[in-house]
């Protein structure tokens, strides 16, 4: 877990360290060029933005990215450790703390370790450069005979050691990393590359205080907000007298639509909140579209070609195929509802919040409020359950609000079930069309795809407007104009660019800026419902040319590291030797996420219920490529992860409401994969030691879909284009199956 550090303890023995020295001549792939700064360490080159080294025998790491469950404190201790050459059990880590950690932006799009791991072994890897080259002046030998081992460097021929402690003594040394400095190889290395205990998971599992929800400081108060029954609502009016004089209640805060209480104890705030909503009255806002697919194909849209390329002269194609898909609204689903505490005192405001965006989150909270963006400090805290933008930085805002309509109490906001369900931001709901021409083996001559999407990124990003109490206030904060946002394949269109070597290609997004309800990011952005069309397709195209769906791919790919990644998961399921049964089925999909991170080819096994048409699986095979391992364990644990989430999806999730209000209010109105109902899973990893990391917490996510339906198709023959495949809709299915249609 991260280590608390107060501003006391950040004053003392502060480490900042610059030099040059010269670079061995062997580098890796993950180490920079002469001069070059990798990662995050170009935007925060000064190395005591990094490291500190106590004189107390403690190393603190500091780090803008967070803990969201993705193991990533754990590997960054890993390569600090071995870089450093210190104990892990040495090292702390202050992560998310818009005071003393490096601001790295978002913890998010699986660039953790691209952009931080790379900054974190470069960083302690100068450390350690500098602290012999001090030792070596200190001592007088020469460098290259001094050894390190956990922090003491030593001298064997004299016998003679110093600390890294004793040399640093508590004093900064101001300078900025060179990139001049490689990393160890490989076979230096003690941590890097093995499997390493989690740092985050003891305190989970023996109950301390581990989820921002556990925190209870001191001068605690609790508060409710009261949601408006429907999105875009506005509150008429509110009769307060009653609530204000209900036992506990300490304060009753309204700005414009925005209804909060204050109250001494949880359940006191939570009864004074019900009876607020009681009494409050509310004009309704525009109606919801009711068939959001049909919505979004009916609305005016900015279109934009990604690719276009023409194909060169050759052969007419010989049969065209076309089909189209398309996903659901789709919840984050946080096990724990969203929390935040706040602290508003006459030096500003206090925030612990477990944003994925805590920098921008705190910057558009000073904004909401008027405040300099210094006199608001946000602190990261693991959340109970994330997977992208949910109600984090909402909540915050939230307790922000409250906390200053009563100063120096700590104000802790818990959301209902309720509240997370119906009020998060939404991963948008998607349709996509693809066509293919093809030759008379099947192969694909020219790909046209296209899709239909609404914003997949509102977060904070420094704006108001991207708050959802800051749009109701009596001032409202406009909500900034919805995006696409960064370059193609970024977001709506992550893996709308097929990795196939289809000689003519055409794929155009047709990006949606109306928002009937509030989209976001949600794990992997566009790329779940992309890669579950195109390798849904390719599936279609395979059985059309009656090829092997893995032999398909492999023709098509001229990536060596994909073909690898599907020949490895291909192997481990048995692909070529499986033996049939009845209503069993088995599917592929695979996908290299976003095109630059990493290769995941899964494949499942399914039985299909004849009767009731309920879709299990029952094996699942994966296999990935994400470069250099850190730690093998943390890594398959995301990939695992990622695909159970995709199945849940796959099988059983979709938000639903009606014209006027989301009828997903809970577990029972939005169900999830159960415990019971997750299959085996294999994970088979490829490594690259020398080879950049990749990130990989969004990379199976997208073939664990196309898997699924694929799946599904050869066990039933039922070719189903449409996610959640529940039971009902396999039954529907089917009837059109039997009637011809």
Not at 143 to 166: A, K, N
Not at 457 to 471: C, E, F
Request: with cysteine; glycine share 10%.
């Amino acid at each position: 877990m991260s280590a608390p550090l107060g501003r006391r303890d950040f004053l003392q023995g502060a480490l900042v360290v610059a030099f040059s020295l010269a670079a061995p001549a062997v580098r890796g792939a993950n180490t920079p060029r002469a001069g070059a700064l990798p990662g995050d360490l170009q935007r925060h080159p000064a190395l005591d933005a990094w490291l500190r080294i106590g004189a107390e025998g403690r190393v603190t790491l500091k780090t803008g990215k967070v803990e969201l469950g993705q193991g990533i404190l754990t590997a960054f201790a890993q390569l600090c450790a071995d870089e450093l050459d210190i104990e892990l059990s040495r090292l702390d880590i202050l992560s998310g703390d818009t005071r003393h950690s490096p601001n790295q932006g978002t913890t998010a799009g699986s660039m953790s370790m691209p952009e931080g791991g790379s900054a974190v072994r470069a960083v302690s890897a100068e450390a350690r450069a500098l602290l012999v080259r001090l030792a070596s002046e200190r001592l007088g030998v020469p460098g290259g005979r001094l050894q390190v081992r956990d922090g003491t460097i030593s001298d064997p021929t004299s016998g003679e050691d110093v600390t890294y402690w004793s040399l640093v003594g508590g004093k900064a040394l101001g300078h900025e990393a060179t990139g001049t400095v490689s990393p160890k190889p490989a076979s230096e290395r003690r941590y890097s590359g093995r499997p390493v205990p989690r740092r985050e998971l003891p305190a989970r599992v023996t109950g301390e205080t581990a989820f921002v929800q556990d925190l209870r400081p001191e001068a605690l108060v609790h508060g409710r907000v009261v949601r408006p029954p429907s999105p875009g609502a506005s509150l008429v009016a509110v009769d307060t007298a009653p609530v204000e004089g209900m036992p506990g209640v300490l304060k009753v805060v309204r700005d414009g639509s925005f209804l909060g209480v204050i109250a001494t104890h949880e359940w006191r705030a939570h009864r004074a909140a019900t009876r607020l909503a009681e009494l409050a009255r509310w004009r309704p806002g525009e109606p919801l579209p009711v068939d959001p697919h049909a919505w979004l194909l009916a609305q005016p849209t900015r279109d934009t070609v990604i690719r276009d390329v023409a194909r060169p002269e050759g052969p007419a194609p010989t049969r065209t195929l076309e089909a189209n898909y398309r996903r659901p609204y789709l919840m984050h689903g946080s096990i724990g509802p969203s929390c935040a505490v706040a602290l508003w005192t006459d030096e500003g405001l206090t925030v612990d919040t477990h944003s994925q965006s805590v920098f921008e989150t705190a910057a558009a909270i000073a904004r909401m409020l008027g405040l300099p963006p210094e006199r608001v400090w946000a602190r990261h805290h693991g959340g109970s359950g994330c997977y992208g933008h949910n109600g984090a930085d909402d909540v915050a805002a939230d307790a922000a609000l409250l906390a200053r309509a009563l100063p120096g109490q700590s104000v802790r906001v818990q959301w209902s079930r309720q509240d997370e369900h119906t009020w998060e931001p939404y991963g948008p709901a998607m349709v996509t069309k693809v066509r293919a021409d093809v030759d008379a083996a099947g192969d694909v001559l020219d790909w046209r795809y296209e899709l239909w999407s609404t914003s997949h990124g509102t977060r904070p990003g420094g704006q108001p407007g991207n708050l959802l109490a800051a749009t109701t206030l009596a001032q409202p904060f406009a909500r900034p104009a919805p995006r696409n946002g960064g370059p193609p394949n970024y977001a709506a269109d992550r893996n709308a660019l097929p990795l196939y070597a289809f000689p003519g290609q055409r794929v155009t997004t047709h990006f949606v800026t109306a928002l009937p309800l509030r989209s976001s990011s949600l794990r992997g952005l566009g790329a779940h419902a992309n890669v579950f069309s195109i390798e849904s397709f390719m599936d279609e195209l395979a059985h059309a040319a009656n090829v092997d769906p893995l032999a398909y791919r492999l023709r098509q790919l001229r990536d060596p590291r994909a073909r690898d990644v599907l020949q490895k998961a291909a192997e481990r399921f048995g692909w070529a030797s499986g033996t049939r049964r009845p209503h069993h089925g088995r599917g592929l999909g695979f996908a290299r996420y976003k095109n630059l991170a990493s290769y995941c080819a899964v494949c499942l096994e399914v039985v299909v219920e004849p009767t009731t048409h309920a879709l299990r699986v029952v094996r699942a095979v994966l296999a990935a490529d994400a470069g250099e391992i850190v730690n093998p364990d943390g890594l398959a644990h995301q990939l695992e992860g990622g695909l159970i989430q995709s199945l849940s999806w796959g099988l059983k999730e979709a938000v639903q409401y009606d014209a006027q209000r989301i009828l997903s209010r809970d577990w029972a109105t939005y169900p999830l994969l159960t415990f019971s109902e997750v299959p085996s899973v294999e994970v088979a990893l490829i490594d690259r030691p020398g080879e950049p990391f990749l990130g990989a917490g969004e990379a199976s996510q997208g073939p664990t879909a196309a898997a699924l339906a694929n799946a599904l198709f050869d066990a039933t023959g039922l070719r189903v284009r449409a996610l959640p495949l529940t039971p009902e809709r396999l039954a529907a299915a089917r009837a059109a199956q039997g009637s011809g249609q």
